[in-house]
Each structure stands twice: as structure tokens, then as C-alpha cells.
């Protein structure tokens, strides 16, 4: 049974920056693709970056709202997924939330979610 375990948020002040942690557990795995959301209090859950393993190397997206200052990558020896963000904003508070593809030989390609993790800035 894979499971996804996020840590790194926590309460800064703007301007600042945290390093979220998404670490994938339980099985002989292929990290097909890692994306992080976010949800902000009564709004709906936002893509925030997205990395898809590719033949030709890692695919990455970046929403226009978090561009030049979030920073997604990951460790597939580890099986670990990362999100740089720097030069918070207020308007980065939110739970973020991890989302992995992951393959393993029982189970095949599966979408598993980690339990989120809440980011307070402080302006």
C-alpha cells in the first residue's frame, strides 16, 4: 500500500520561504508524476506545479500565479517530491496538498494524495 506523507508548511512571514516534502512509502514504486495543490479557504483546490516523467526528461508546469517564485522537483531514487517556494505571499496561505502518480507491479499507475499540509503567510 503506498502512501504519501507531506511536511515543511508551517507560519512565516511574507517575503520568506518553505520547502514542502512529499515522500511516497510501501511498495517498489515508478514516480510516474508529481503535482502540488493548493487550497485556500473557500476556494476551490488549485494546481500549483506539475512534474511528469518523460522519456526525453521531467516535464514541468508552473501556474502563471506562483511562476518565478515556486519550484517544483523531485528524487525518484527517494521517492520524494519537492516545492520550493520562495518570496511568499499572503495569498500563498492555504493547505497544500501533494498528488503523485506512482506505478507498482501489483497495483499499475494509481493516483494517491497526501493529507496536506497548511502554509500561513503573514503579511
Known amino acids: 500500500q503506498v502512501q504519501l506523507v507531506e511536511s515543511g508548511g508551517g507560519s512565516v512571514q511574507a517575503g520568506n520561504s518553505l520547502k514542502l516534502t512529499c515522500a511516497a512509502s510501501g511498495s517498489t514504486m515508478i514516480l510516474n508524476r508529481m503535482r502540488w495543490y493548493r487550497q485556500a479557504p473557500g476556494s476551490q483546490r488549485e494546481l500549483v506545479a506539475s512534474?511528469?516523467?518523460?522519456?526525453?526528461?521531467?516535464?514541468?508546469d508552473i501556474n502563471d500565479s506562483v511562476k518565478g517564485r515556486f519550484t517544483i522537483s523531485r528524487d525518484d531514487v527517494q521517492n520524494r517530491g519537492y516545492l520550493q517556494m520562495n518570496d511568499l505571499k499572503a495569498e500563498d496561505t492555504g493547505v497544500y496538498y501533494c498528488?503523485?502518480?506512482?506505478?507498482?507491479?501489483?497495483?499499475?499507475?494509481?493516483?494517491?494524495w497526501g493529507q496536506g499540509t497548511q502554509v500561513t503567510v503573514s503579511s
Open positions: 512534474s511528469l516523467h518523460t522519456a526525453s526528461g521531467d516535464k514541468v
Open positions: 498528488n503523485a502518480n506512482i506505478y507498482t507491479r501489483t497495483t499499475g499507475s494509481v493516483d494517491y
